[in-house]
């Protein structure tokens, strides 16, 4: 498959002082409904090895179609209010085009 249609995107997601496991549960819940998406190609959750209270998500989409697909659904726009009570603030959303490298 190739690479060059492909969109990701990098979140950095603060919790609230000391909810990042609550925030990393409510954030799981996703894996559900992404496993269903054909567009989503990768959708993982990182715990941050320096900051207590950060997750990273990396996300990877066949193209721009597919993210939108996946922001747009239902489930997303009823799932994004739920980790109100766990976030630290906005999640910090980076998009990218992945070039190269291992997995694509």
Not at 42 to 60: A, S
Request: hydrophobic share 45%; proline share 5%.
């Amino acid at each position: 498959m190739s690479i060059e249609n492909r969109v990701a995107v990098v979140a950095k997601i603060k919790s609230a002082p000391g909810k990042r496991a609550d925030l990393a549960k409510a954030l799981m819940t996703a894996q559900e409904h992404v496993a269903k998406e054909d567009g989503t190609i990768h959708y993982i959750l990182n715990e941050d090895l320096t900051d207590e209270n950060v997750l990273w998500m990396w996300e990877m989409y066949t193209d721009q179609d597919a993210l939108n697909a996946h922001m747009g659904s239902q489930w997303f726009k009823e799932w994004g209010p739920s980790l109100a009570p766990f976030l630290g603030g906005r999640p910090e959303l980076i998009f990218v085009t992945p070039l190269a490298g291992k997995g694509l």
